[in-house]
């Protein structure tokens, strides 16, 4: 079975703090990877992805993740955080054409 | 035009009613999917069209009928529902039916059942 799994049901962060939001997969064979931003009351925001080639992945609004295969692992991450960053971060895995989605994790960057 | 438009935002209905949910796109994407969300919990597909044909049907009750009459637009017809399909519902497309291609999301609608 594919599945993704976002450990953390919420992060803290202070504005300026570096931030990490946590993702683990389980696929068979290669992993296609997806990071997405959910804003109250809006549509999913595609961040960024990782199909093959380099283990940093750079995306929109300054963030970046990092693929370890060896620990099946997609963490997102960002080197100084915004409050405006503040959302709902979900990890996803394509697999045969179908978008497995992980709980979600609510990121709190307060001032 | 890089966006996902859908109609309307919001939508309540009676259990008895007939309503449609209207998504377009203009970025010439040839897939195009239909999910639900409920309140802080993942989208769940449900509908996935590649090239104007059903591809994916999640095993969705048939009260929800999609519809893509075109490579640009996408319907979901409503029909005899229920409070708990009561959700956001989000429409997405992507360039194509692979594996690599991200998915563009438009805002959702809201859906109330009574």
């Known amino acids: 079975a594919q599945s993704v799994a976002q450990p953390e049901d919420q992060v803290n962060v202070a504005e300026g703090n570096p931030l990490t939001v946590k993702c683990t997969y389980s696929?068979?064979?290669?992993?296609?990877l997806f990071w997405y931003v959910q804003y109250p009351n809006r549509g999913l925001q595609f961040l960024l992805k990782?199909?093959?080639?380099?283990?940093l992945v750079k995306g929109s609004y300054g963030f970046e993740a990092e693929f370890n295969k060896s620990q099946t692992s997609f963490h997102l991450k960002k080197p100084s955080a915004l409050v405006s960053d503040s959302a709902l971060y979900f990890c996803?895995?394509?697999?045969?054409?179908?978008?497995?989605f992980g709980s979600g994790t609510k990121l709190n960057v307060k001032p | 035009d890089t966006e996902v438009t859908q109609t309307p935002k919001h939508l309540v209905m009676g259990m008895t009613n007939k309503k449609s949910l209207k998504c377009e796109q203009h970025?010439?994407?040839?897939?195009m999917y239909w999910y639900k969300q409920k309140a802080k919990k993942p989208p769940e597909l449900m509908f996935v069209?590649?090239?104007?044909?059903?591809?994916i049907n999640e095993s969705v009750p048939s009260r929800f009928s999609p519809e893509c009459p075109n490579s640009s637009l996408l319907n979901l017809h409503l029909h005899a529902l229920q409070p708990e399909d009561s959700a956001l519902y989000l429409c997405?497309?992507?360039?194509?039916?692979?594996?690599?291609?991200?998915?563009?999301f438009g805002p959702g609608t809201r859906l109330t059942v009574l």
């Open positions: 990782y199909i093959t080639g380099d283990n």
């Open positions: 970025m010439g994407h040839r897939a």
């Open positions: 996803a895995v394509n697999n045969f054409n179908k978008f497995y």
């Open positions: 069209y590649s090239y104007e044909k059903l591809s």
């Open positions: 997405a497309s992507s360039k194509g039916f692979g594996t690599s291609n991200e998915q563009f």
């Open positions: 696929v068979s064979g290669n992993p296609y």
